[in-house]
C-alpha cells in the first residue's frame, strides 16, 4: 500500500463548479498535513496546512479524519486559475514529509 | 525575504558529462531537500540534510549521484557521469522542521543528450 494515494484524476470542471479531493494516508502516526498547487512547469507551492478541526481559506476548505485516515481538499466557485495539480502531503515523526503524486484539475470556461 | 535559490534554471548538455546542480536554502531553514520529478515517476526524494549533515541519502538512484552541503547555505548535487535517463526537473527545498512545510526552488530542467 502506497503511504499517501491520490486520484490522479483529471478532474475536468466549469468554472463556478464546487471540486473535491481526497486523499488516504497509510500511517495512522502522522503528525502533519499539508495540501501543496504546483502549475505547469513550476515548483510546488504551499496552499494550506490541513488541521484536525478543518480549515478554511477563502473558498478553500480542508479537512483531516484521522479515524479514516484521509484528508480532503473542497474547492468552491472554480476560477479557471485553479488549474493546476494538487498534492497531498503528509509528515511523520523521523522522516521527511511524503508527496502524493497529486490530482490534476482543469477548470474550463 | 529570498526564497530558495537554485541554480542554473535549465542545463542541457552530452552524456557522460559531469553535471552539478546548485542550492541556496532559505536562511534560518536547517533542513535542505533534493528532489527529482518526472511524469513517469512524479517527485521522488533523493536525499536531506539537517545542519548540513546528510540524514537519509535512501532515494539517490546509484553512485553516480552525490550530494554535498559544504554550509549552511550552500548545496550541491552532481551527477557524473551524466545519462539520458537523468533528465528531469530537479527541485531544492528547505525547511524549518522535518515535519514543517518545505518551500522550493524554481527548479533545474535537466536534458540529457
Known amino acids: 500500500r502506497k503511504e499517501v494515494e491520490q486520484d490522479p484524476g483529471p478532474f475536468n470542471v466549469p468554472e463556478g463548479a464546487t471540486v473535491a479531493f481526497n486523499c488516504t494516508y497509510s500511517?495512522?502516526?502522522?503528525?502533519?498535513f499539508f495540501w501543496y498547487r504546483q502549475d505547469c512547469r513550476k515548483e510546488p507551492k504551499l496552499l494550506m496546512s490541513?488541521?484536525?478541526s478543518g480549515n478554511e481559506d477563502g473558498r478553500f476548505t480542508a479537512q483531516l479524519n484521522r479515524a479514516s485516515q484521509y484528508i480532503s481538499l473542497l474547492i468552491r466557485d472554480s476560477k479557471l486559475s485553479d488549474s493546476a495539480t494538487y498534492l497531498c502531503?503528509?509528515?511523520?515523526?523521523?522522516?521527511?514529509?511524503?508527496f502524493g503524486k497529486g490530482t490534476t484539475l482543469s477548470v474550463s470556461s | 525575504d529570498a526564497g530558495v535559490i537554485q541554480s542554473p534554471r535549465h542545463e542541457v548538455t552530452e552524456m557522460g558529462q559531469e553535471v552539478t546542480l546548485r542550492c541556496k536554502p532559505i536562511?534560518?531553514?536547517?533542513?535542505l531537500f533534493w528532489y527529482r520529478q518526472t511524469m513517469m515517476r512524479g517527485l521522488e526524494l533523493l536525499i536531506y540534510?539537517?545542519?548540513?549533515?546528510?540524514?537519509?541519502d535512501s532515494g539517490m538512484p546509484e553512485d553516480r549521484f552525490s550530494a554535498k552541503m559544504p554550509n549552511a547555505s550552500f548545496s550541491t548535487l552532481k551527477i557524473q557521469p551524466s545519462e539520458p535517463r537523468d533528465s528531469a526537473v530537479y527541485f531544492c527545498?528547505?525547511?524549518?522542521?522535518?515535519?514543517?512545510?518545505?518551500?522550493f526552488g524554481d527548479g533545474t530542467r535537466l536534458s540529457i543528450l
Open positions: 527545498a528547505s525547511s524549518w522542521g522535518q515535519a514543517q512545510p518545505q518551500h
Open positions: 500511517n495512522s502516526a502522522s503528525q502533519s
Open positions: 490541513v488541521y484536525s
Open positions: 502531503v503528509v509528515g511523520q515523526a523521523g522522516t521527511a514529509l511524503i
Open positions: 536562511s534560518g531553514h536547517d533542513y
Open positions: 540534510f539537517n545542519n548540513n549533515v546528510p540524514i537519509d
